[in-house]
Nanobody
Framework: QVTLVESGGGLVQAGGSLRLSCAAS????????MGWYRQAPGKQREMVVS???????NYEDSVKGRFTASRDNAKNTVFLQMNSLKPEDTAVYYC?????????????WGQGTQVTVSS
């Protein structure tokens, strides 16, 4: 399996930017898919963006045009650049990975990083 460690969260004013990082403990080439999710207080966890092994991305509608996911294969890291942040983006952001080992699918979550956007 894989271990994921997120970083980069913090407090920012509305309109500001943050860049989240998710470092994987193994080559992300071996990971079928990765993604960023978020969970706001009192709400269900929701997908922000999914990233396929081929690098294609699929964004949740509310973040399209503001958030950009990318990957650095050499560093086994994926990033989430968040621009034009809004108070409603406030949440704990989690990195997610789907790996397949011997035909068995495993889902791994990072510990989460808090993003707070003040108005």
């Amino acid at each position: 399996q894989v271990t994921l460690v997120e970083s980069g969260g913090g407090l920012v004013q509305a309109g500001g930017s943050l860049r989240l990082s998710c470092a994987a403990s193994r080559s992300i080439f071996s990971i079928r898919a990765m993604g960023w999710y978020r969970q706001a207080p009192g709400k269900q966890r929701e997908m922000v963006v999914s990233i396929s092994s081929g690098g294609s991305t699929n964004y949740e509608d509310s973040v399209k045009g503001r958030f950009t996911a990318s990957r650095d294969n050499a560093k086994n890291t994926v990033f989430l650049q968040m621009n034009s942040l809004k108070p409603e983006d406030t949440a704990v952001y989690y990195c997610n990975a789907i790996t397949v080992i011997a035909g068995v699918e495993y889902e791994t979550w990072g510990q989460g990083t808090q993003v707070t956007v003040s108005s």
